[in-house]
């Protein structure tokens, strides 16, 4: 894999740190809550091609490779660009994937239908599921049973109550019609998911150390400026490292997923939870180092603080993924049998006396 940007993918990433800067600056992030999206930044992403840049040109797409789009979701992350670039993304991709004759595909390749997919099955009982970006979708896909299943009701336009003013909601799957039997394609869907949010979040977590960075400079203290104590230093540096480690494990995650690994899976659940962890250490750090003013809507730092927390939350959160990482890992847990015949009742144990007491 490539640990440095090739001249292509620095081109990709000027272009789109330009896209982003001009369209979804902080002030628009602010004003897209609390449903989380803005249709004027949307079009203008679909625009530019970027909506359905991963598609085969035969759709209307441009062939780009996952590891491309990882480019653009690094500087989405940086933005918190309030869209649903990544749901989008993977969903569009599935769906040309289980059905590539699909009436709406090139509708979702050029934007003007929004595609995302039901991250968790639905309740038994219920056939509603929450939804990342279900607020603002046209087009739904889940996977009830083994079955992939395509539903186009209306989206509500109301997001539900959430800690980052994302556009998630509950979405019915009534009238959801079957795509095909291909649970291992839903599957690499999620992952796909994984590893781009989890470059969003490398994304995000650099992006909140340097306002970080340029704050600490700035800031007084006992006469000098805060940036010059040492407890604050290391604590830069450590979520500094933390996030150069998370993108490093992101890209590497994409990259697997891209040359079709046996460990793409188990590197996407991986740069996920340590992804999400940095993004969350960087922005505390940012919060505590601006101290009152950290928690004021007023300032950005916040924002990073919010997205950090939630952007995670939409698959489960952290303690799922990680159980999910030990099953790949490790297998489902077995009974440990005892193998050692057992000490005769009698048989001393000498060396009782002077290992009492410790630890």
């Not at 989405?76 to 993977?90: Q, S």
């Not at 939630?310 to 030990?326: D, N």
Request: proline residues 4%; charged residues 20%.
């Amino acid at each position: 894999m490539r640990t440095i940007f090739n001249a292509d993918d620095e081109a990709v990433h000027d272009a789109f740190a330009d896209f982003f800067a001009k369209e979804s600056p902080m002030e628009a992030v602010r004003a897209a809550e609390p449903l989380g999206f803005d249709r004027r930044i949307w079009e203008a992403l679909a625009a530019i091609g970027a909506t359905g840049m991963s598609l085969p040109s035969d759709v209307g797409g441009a062939d780009a490779a996952l590891a491309t789009v990882a480019v653009v979701a690094e500087v989405f992350g940086a933005a918190l660009a309030p869209v649903p670039m990544i749901e989008h993304t993977v969903a569009s991709r599935l769906l040309h994937q289980v059905a590539p004759t699909h009436p709406d595909i090139r509708a979702v390749v050029n934007g003007s239908q929004i595609a995302t997919l039901a991250l968790r099955p639905p309740m038994a009982g219920n056939d509603a599921t929450l939804v990342p970006a279900g607020a603002v979708a046209d087009i739904v896909l889940a996977l009830v049973g083994d079955q992939i299943v395509c539903t186009c009701n209306d989206a509500p336009g109301i997001s539900a109550r959430n800690t980052g003013d994302l556009p998630i909601a509950n979405r019915c799957l009534d009238d959801a019609v079957v795509l095909g039997a291909a649970g291992s394609l839903f599957e690499r869907a999620v992952d796909e998911w994984r590893a781009l949010t989890a470059v969003a979040y490398a994304g995000l977590a650099r992006r909140v150390l340097e306002i970080t960075v340029g704050y600490v400079q700035q800031r007084q203290q006992f006469g000098v400026a805060v940036g010059t104590f040492q407890a604050v230093q290391h604590g830069l540096a450590d979520a500094s490292t933390r996030a150069e480690g998370a993108r490093l494990l992101a890209h590497r995650a994409v990259w697997a997923l891209d040359t079709n690994r046996r460990d793409a899976s188990r590197l996407a659940a991986m740069a996920l939870v340590f992804a999400a962890e940095t993004g969350r250490f960087a922005a505390d750090r940012a919060l505590q180092y601006h101290g009152g003013y950290g928690y004021a809507e007023e300032y950005d730092v916040q924002l990073f603080h919010r997205r950090a927390t939630a952007w995670i939350l939409q698959l489960g959160g952290p303690s799922t993924e990680l159980r999910r990482l030990g099953t790949i890992e490790f297998g489902r847990q077995t009974a440990i049998k005892e193998t050692h015949p057992k000490e005769p009742a009698n048989r001393k144990t000498h060396n009782a006396d002077a290992n009492r007491g410790s630890i």
